[in-house]
């Protein structure tokens, strides 16, 4: 989800105020997922390399995710969403670690998935899980793909870049192997719902070999 500050910055807005509108877009497409027969959205919300940005910017991004949890958890459970974390979400503040704890208990038993990524970094999961299967005793594709933070998700099919950049800047490496890459230009606060969908259509005409032919 890139492209809140530019955002902001186009419309001589304060950073801060992309990163709300960057928040209404996402509940605009959570709302949506379901009716796009969406089982699964993944959402990287803040990387583990966002710790570099000012301090005033990260203390705006916290409170932000405060806000969304408290405002949005009753309608996720409303609309039987299972909320999913992925990263080393328990290296943030305690108040959000203890908010999360809450949200993902009242939502156990939702049958959409919403996985968020927070304090997240694909290479650290990568070497974590490598670790973990080293010490079970054996290092496989199978045995580091079952310690990775989406062991329990469906494979990655889909994965969507907003704002103009094209890599994929940490996110899913192992995952992202032969999912379908779009990388599109809207900028993450403007991207709506019909944007997913035109992605998804767009993702129904690929042919995907898997390597094969």
């Known amino acids: 989800m890139d492209g809140n500050g530019r955002w902001a910055k186009r419309k001589g807005l304060p950073r801060a105020v992309g990163h709300q509108r960057g928040v209404e877009a996402v509940r605009k497409l959570v709302r949506s997922v379901g009716d796009m027969g969406i089982d699964c959205l993944t959402l990287y919300a803040f990387s583990s390399e966002n710790w570099k940005r000012p301090e005033e910017e990260v203390d705006d991004l916290m409170n932000l995710m405060r806000k969304f949890i408290k405002s949005d958890l009753p309608e996720f459970v409303a609309n039987n969403v299972r909320l999913k974390i992925i990263g080393d979400w328990q290296g943030l503040a305690p108040d959000i670690v203890a908010m999360l704890e809450d949200a993902l208990e009242q939502t156990a038993g939702g049958t959409h998935t919403l996985a968020v990524a927070l304090n997240y970094g694909a290479q650290q999961e990568i070497a974590s899980a490598a670790a973990k299967a080293a010490a ?68 129904a005409q690929r042919e995907r070999r898997y390597g094969g032919r």
């Open 136 to 203: 079970s005793g054996e290092v496989t594709e199978e045995s580091i793909a079952a310690h990775l933070y989406t062991a329990d998700l469906p494979p990655l099919d889909l994965l969507i870049r907003t704002s103009g950049e094209v890599r994929l800047s940490n996110f899913l490496l192992w995952q992202a192997a032969y999912a379908e890459m779009a990388f599109v230009d809207t900028l993450w606060p403007d991207f709506a719902p019909e944007h997913l969908q035109q992605a998804l259509d767009d993702f």
